[in-house]
């Protein structure tokens, strides 16, 4: 259900929590009507008379769609899918009709009517209209923050209105009030100013809600409301010459000689130009285009404006001349699922190096050459130059890129691209899961098991699963590619309800690295690093040994800066962010301390705050730290890091990879962005400095990370001619997840997690939520939790609720917080769990936090 709210003049301000999860929106008029539910892909509502209520999704926290009066004379154009200009509280607003109906569900003599529609046609295909709704219902999400994250920003805002000087402004100057007068001075000398502007002068709401109406209603000042952003983004005046004979248009332009030349320049041209070209051609200014325009000899029109969108793109490798039998196999079988109207679900399984990126880039090829388009999801921006590399190769022009390093407008226009049909295959991270693509074919997600696919703000939707309700919805295949699936796709496997594809050789008679465990605790200690231990002996040798055969490598530090924790030796204070209930890192490249949870920063103090110690040790290691030695044992090593800090840019990250996938750096150091997914055929040595830290962490899912990320660094190595090796240094070496990565040992280490999973009732065995609540003040965070468990005394039957406890990070970014888990074999008894909770009215001073399927409960 789209929920039944009507946008009506005495709306209320508050915002009106969703009451229930997967069932009937909270109503908040007396004679309101549950909402049409929206029918498959391809059918609109059906009713029995023309609809004249349009249920529109604003970009609020307003958790439904609102209904607005369709006047008759657009009754035509507002349709599903399409924006249109509403007022909500006084102000324009952008919305997305996402239904029409007969019944607003209030008295419709009330109801605020739609101003404008701003599209001639729906900016959204069906099923993403349908995924819209599909996960505000699931993940109990406000439906307006999934319009946010489905549509780009530009196209959800009303610039703000320009304020000019009226025609009276200079004769009501001398007689205003003095706030008046100042506010008439101000525009008398900036000619035109945006409200936004004024207010970011100084100029409070209120004065200006007052000032400017009523100066308006003089004439003093003239108000000038703004048009949103059109779907092709930002737009250039273009000309054309009108249809009028040569002798017309000689006795039109008469003896006017700049005309006359813009005119016969037009002519000889023979197209429509833009109006700067034609100014530039003929060294000549507007006024004599609003001349011909005036006399109807050229036409002005608007145009979108052309952006080039860089998709900085990695150089690929070659295309294999030949297929492995299995990838052979793996093709045709996807292949024979596309355009067949039927949705399946695939894994491909394969370790690395085994071609997986391959067969999908083949049957992406295929859905193409059948007239249709192709989704590629990859978890992390970082992933995305290589893969726009091999994409440009294939298709040429027609690929776009879609992330949240790109600049707004560049989105935009990418996203744009796609909505027009321009492009046949998308790639990117999660994000990219919301491109407009009518004529989707087949989605492919690489690397499934990546926590990355989980949002981790509202809404909290997971990429690889709605990947597979799209196919569900649309009757395509969806193919999941992973070297080590997640325990959730597996079972799905086991089922029956996902068909597994297996490449269980590299390509090229490539074989898989060895790999070599070392135990920490017999290594000796780093000098001056107090008992730490950061490169074992084995791991020195075989560093030495890969660089002085020309070879590179890899060393993965699940940490980056300097040292995560700079502690007092003489009375053991950690020094802690201010905001958070975790110590600061030490950066050594920014000389500060720094919080990477809220981004809090100092200068790194040279006594204990607490005690004044001057003692302050820089415990543990990050990848500067990590780098840093690698330096001082090879001086002439070329070492880049390749982790967030060196990496917040599209071309930083670019660089980086560059210089690597050229030889002209030998190490790189990084955290888990050097992971997975890459291809570095003279990488023979791959190094994981302390396995450990995921094993650690307060996470049911530790173990499977830990796995996951050992077997995936660990196919860094030997990827081309040469043999690989893989050096892992851990103090738990028995530990199931290490050994099951030692031996390359997928189905061993399911084995063995299961029975945990099992033990302690966790997914996939059974189904997870987690409530969290977060406050400035501990007590009311706890009593909120409290009162939610309250309510689920007794629970409804199946489900289990643990809780309420702190949270593994008590306090972050300024707010206490406290959480329930429940967990129950089954949908529906979560469903009730959090309808009841969510029913619960929350003290204005705590947040709620409701997270379906969450994929860690830290």
Same mark, same amino acid.
Not at 399 to 411: C, G, I, N, T, Y
């Given at each position: 259900m789209w929920g039944c709210r009507c946008a009506r003049e005495d709306l209320s301000a508050q915002v009106i929590l969703l009451a229930a999860w997967g069932g009937t929106a909270l109503q908040t008029c007396e004679n309101a009507t549950p909402a049409l539910d929206l029918l498959p892909a391809g059918h609109p509502p059906s009713v029995s008379s023309r609809p004249v209520f349009a249920r529109t999704v604003l970009p609020t926290a307003l958790p439904e769609a609102l209904s607005y009066r369709i006047p008759e004379n657009l009754a035509d154009l507002a349709v599903p899918?399409?924006? $249109?200009?509403?007022?909500?509280?006084?102000?324009?607003?952008?919305?997305?009709?996402?239904?029409?109906?007969?019944?607003?569900?209030?008295?419709?003599?009330?109801?605020?009517?739609?101003?404008?529609? *701003?599209?001639?046609?729906?900016?959204?295909?069906?099923?993403?209209?349908?995924? =819209?709704?599909?996960?505000?219902?699931?993940?109990?999400?406000?439906? @307006?923050?999934?319009?946010?994250?489905? =549509?780009?920003?530009?196209?959800l805002r009303v610039p703000p209105p320009i304020v000019q000087a009226g025609v009276r402004t200079s004769e009501l100057l001398a007689g205003a009030e003095p706030a008046a007068r100042r506010l008439l001075e101000r525009v008398l000398e900036a000619r035109r100013i945006s409200v936004a502007r004024l207010r970011a002068e100084g100029w409070s709401k209120?004065? *200006?809600?007052?000032?400017?109406?009523?100066?308006?209603?003089?004439?003093?000042?003239?108000?000038?409301?703004?048009?949103?952003?059109?779907?092709? !983004?930002?737009?250039?005046?273009?000309?054309?010459?009108?249809?009028?004979?040569?002798?017309?248009?000689?006795?039109?332009?008469?003896?006017?000689?700049? &005309?006359?030349?813009?005119?016969?320049?037009?002519?000889?041209?023979?197209?429509?130009?833009?109006?700067?070209? *034609?100014?530039?051609?003929? &060294?000549?200014?507007?006024?004599?285009?609003?001349?011909?325009?005036?006399?109807? =000899? $050229?036409?002005?029109?608007q145009q979108a404006r052309q952006r080039k969108v860089r998709r900085w793109e990695l150089t690929p490798g070659p295309v294999p001349e030949t297929l492995t039998t299995h990838q052979q196999q793996a093709v045709e079988t996807l292949s024979m699922a596309l355009g067949g109207g039927e949705f399946k679900a695939f894994l491909l399984q394969g370790v690395t190096g085994s071609g997986k990126t391959e067969v999908y880039l083949r049957v992406a090829g295929a859905a193409v050459q059948q007239g249709m388009q192709a989704l590629i999801l990859v978890p992390e921006i970082a992933l995305t130059p290589a893969l726009a590399g091999q994409l440009s190769r294939t298709f040429g022009e027609r690929?776009? $890129?879609?992330?949240?390093?790109?600049?707004?407008?560049?989105?935009l226009a990418a996203w744009e691209r796609a909505r027009r049909g321009q492009v046949d295959v998308i790639a990117g991270p999660r994000s990219a899961l919301w491109a407009p693509l009518a004529r989707l074919g087949v989605v492919v997600v690489d690397e499934e098991q990546d926590t990355?696919?989980?949002?981790?703000?509202?809404?909290?939707?997971?990429?690889?699963?709605?990947?597979?309700?799209? @196919?569900?919805?649309?009757? =395509?295949?969806?193919?999941?590619?992973?070297?080590?699936?997640?325990?959730?796709?597996?079972? *799905?496997?086991?089922?029956?309800?996902?068909? $597994?594809?297996?490449?269980?050789?590299?390509?090229? !008679?490539? /074989?898989?690295?060895v790999v070599e465990v070392v135990?920490?605790?017999?290594?000796?200690?780093?000098? !001056?690093?107090?008992?730490?231990?950061?490169?074992?002996?084995?791991?020195?040798?075989?560093?030495?040994?890969?660089?002085?055969? @020309?070879?590179?490598? #890899?060393?993965?530090?699940?940490?980056? @800066?300097?040292?995560?924790?700079?502690?007092?030796?003489? %009375?053991?204070? &950690?020094?802690?962010?201010?905001?958070?209930? #975790?110590?600061?890192?030490?950066? /050594?490249?920014?000389?500060?301390?720094? %919080?990477?949870?809220?981004?809090?920063?100092?200068?790194?103090?040279?006594?204990?705050?607490?005690? !004044?110690?001057?003692?302050?040790d820089h415990v543990g290691a990050g990848t500067e730290k990590i780098a840093s030695l690698v330096r001082q044992l090879h001086p002439g090593a070329v070492i880049d890091i390749l982790d967030r800090d060196t990496a917040r840019s599209p071309a930083q990250l670019l660089a980086t990879l560059e210089r690597f996938a050229a030889g002209e750096s030998t190490v790189l150091v990084g955290t888990q962005m050097v992971s997975k997914g890459h291809h570095f055929p003279a990488v023979t040595l791959t190094g994981v400095v302390n396995a450990d830290n995921l094993l650690g962490f307060p996470d049911f899912r530790g173990a499977e990370r830990t796995f996951q990320m050992l077997t995936q660094v660990a196919g860094r190595a030997g990827r081309g001619e040469r043999p690989g090796l893989v050096v892992i240094q851990t103090y738990h070496p028995e530990h199931h997840a290490v050994r099951a990565a030692l031996a390359h040992?997928?189905?061993?280490?399911?084995?063995?997690?299961?029975?945990?999973?099992?033990?302690?009732?966790?997914?996939?065995?059974?189904?997870?939520?987690l409530v969290r609540y977060e406050a400035a003040s501990e007590s009311a965070a706890v009593a909120a939790a409290q009162a939610a468990a309250h309510s689920l005394d007794p629970a409804p039957a199946g489900l289990r609720v643990i809780g309420p406890a702190p949270a593994p990070l008590e306090r972050l970014r300024g707010r206490w917080r406290v959480q329930l888990l429940m967990m129950a074999p089954t949908r529906p008894p979560l469903r009730a769990g959090i309808a009841a909770i969510a029913a619960l009215t929350l003290p204005r001073s705590v947040r709620r936090i409701i997270d379906v399927d969450p994929q860690s409960t830290v």
């Open positions: 899918g399409v924006r $249109v200009k509403v007022r909500l509280r006084g102000q324009s607003r952008v919305g997305v009709v996402v239904e029409v109906v007969e019944d607003p569900g209030c008295p419709a003599d009330r109801v605020l009517p739609v101003e404008e529609v *701003l599209d001639p046609e729906p900016l959204l295909p069906p099923h993403v209209l349908e995924m =819209i709704r599909f996960v505000a219902d699931y993940y109990a999400a406000p439906v @307006g923050s999934v319009v946010r994250t489905a =549509i780009p920003g530009a196209l209120r004065e *200006l809600d007052e000032l400017l109406p009523a100066l308006a209603e003089k004439h003093a000042l003239k108000v000038v409301e703004r048009g949103a952003t059109g779907p092709g !983004g930002s737009t250039v005046s273009a000309v054309v010459l009108c249809d009028v004979a040569p002798g017309e248009r000689a006795r039109l332009v008469g003896a006017a000689p700049a &005309q006359a030349r813009a005119a016969a320049w037009l002519v000889e041209t023979g197209r429509p130009v833009l109006e700067g070209e *034609l100014l530039a051609a003929c &060294q000549c200014s507007s006024s004599v285009v609003d001349a011909l325009v005036h006399k109807g =000899i $050229v036409r002005r029109f690929v776009a $890129v879609l992330h949240s390093s790109m600049s707004e407008s560049e989105r990355s696919y989980k949002q981790e703000e509202e809404p909290r939707y997971h990429a690889r699963d709605l990947a597979l309700t799209i @196919g569900q919805r649309l009757g =395509i295949p969806v193919v999941l590619a992973s070297a080590t699936p997640s325990l959730e796709v597996l079972a *799905l496997a086991a089922q029956g309800r996902v068909a $597994v594809l297996d490449l269980p050789e590299r390509v090229a !008679g490539g /074989r898989l690295p135990d920490l605790k017999g290594e000796p200690p780093e000098p !001056g690093e107090h008992g730490q231990r950061f490169l074992s002996r084995r791991l020195r040798e075989a560093l030495a040994e890969t660089l002085a055969r @020309g070879e590179q490598t #890899i060393l993965l530090v699940n940490r980056r @800066g300097w040292a995560p924790v700079l502690l007092c030796r003489d %009375c053991g204070h &950690q020094v802690a962010c201010r905001d958070c209930s #975790i110590p600061l890192t030490v950066h /050594r490249r920014r000389a500060a301390l720094v %919080c990477h949870y809220c981004g809090f920063h100092r200068d790194i103090p040279q006594a204990c705050p607490r005690c !004044g110690g001057e003692v302050l040992d997928l189905y061993g280490f399911v084995e063995e997690e299961l029975r945990f999973r099992k033990a302690f009732r966790y997914p996939p065995i059974t189904r997870l939520a």
